[in-house]
């Protein structure tokens, strides 16, 4: 089965850039597609999660946690429909943090920052190494979900994405 691979921290504002397209190019014999701009491939031939996180890393012009996970996961997780029941509310985002590792405990959820009413960052459920929040940013004070998420799993790496592109992954792996 295909690897998803998520470059942690990558092509966010004017830090650790870099150019997928060039390190899909690097490694046509994976046959490695491109999703978006900020670090995020789906690898559907064969290799080693080891050598293929090598083989990465020393094609990056930084050093950065590199996640990967089994495309079987990507589908499992589509495949529960996480995000059915929305909050209410407009400009709400359905995010997913990929963690480095699934957590040996599942803090209590669902967490809102802040509580109350106003809350940006409700952080709903842990499914396996998947941490899933719902986002409604305010512009005048931002609270990131992945630094929530961050609080409550301390010492676990972790990325975010959007939903939508995990629904992009899932196209992929099932072609």
């Given at each position: ?24 190019r690097d490694l046509a014999d994976l ?77 209590k959820l669902p967490f809102r920052s ?62």
């Amino acid at each position: 089965m295909a690897h998803v691979v998520f470059v942690r921290g990558a092509n966010v504002g004017k830090h650790r850039r870099f150019q997928p397209a060039a390190l899909v190019r690097d490694l046509a014999d994976l046959d490695v597609v491109n999703v978006g701009a900020v670090g995020t491939f789906v690898v559907r031939r064969p290799i080693a999660a080891g050598a293929l996180r090598a083989e990465i890393a020393k094609r990056l012009p930084f050093q950065t946690e590199i996640i990967l996970c089994p495309g079987t996961e990507i589908l499992r997780l589509s495949d529960s429909d996480p995000f059915s029941d929305p909050p209410s509310g407009r400009d709400v985002r359905a995010l997913v943090t990929i963690l480095a590792r699934k957590p040996k405990t599942v803090p209590k959820l669902p967490f809102r920052s802040p509580v109350g009413e106003d809350w940006q960052v409700d952080f709903f459920r842990v499914d396996g190494r998947f941490a899933l929040t719902f986002w409604r940013p305010d512009p005048k004070r931002l609270i990131y979900p992945n630094a929530v998420v961050a609080d409550r799993l301390p010492g676990i790496p972790g990325t975010t994405r959007s939903w939508s592109t995990i629904s992009k992954i899932c196209g992929i792996l099932r072609r």
